[in-house]
């Protein structure tokens, strides 16, 4: 099954997507959790091996979903996506963090 290009493409972006809102927004819950924990370092590393182990297996798929050409496509625009996931989130999680001042802290 072979599909165009541009779907290819397409279901490539919405991947890394996907994998940047895991990855980041992953990572902002596990700060968040950090002092509330006893053992943060274990819940730190452990939550690092996973999104990156998850982060791997999902870009390890799409390079070499459904067909042996323009893998190198389907990963660079799965990167794009999972930037603009990054770009998106810090955009998020700073707007949440900022005093009614509007300052920074």
Known sequence: MNLPLSMQLLVS???GLLLG???FGGLWLTVKQLPKVSAPWL???????GRTL???????CVGIW??????????????AGFIIARMMITRYTRSTNVPATGKSA
């Not at 998850?54 to 390890?60: P, Q, T, Y």
């Open 13 to 15: 972006l919405l991947a």
């Open 21 to 23: 809102a895991i990855f």
């Open 43 to 49: 819940l730190f590393l452990g939550s690092a091996l």
């Open 54 to 60: 998850i982060i791997l297996a999902g870009f390890w």
């Open 66 to 79: 459904l067909s042996e050409s323009f893998r190198w496509q389907r990963t660079a625009v799965c990167l």
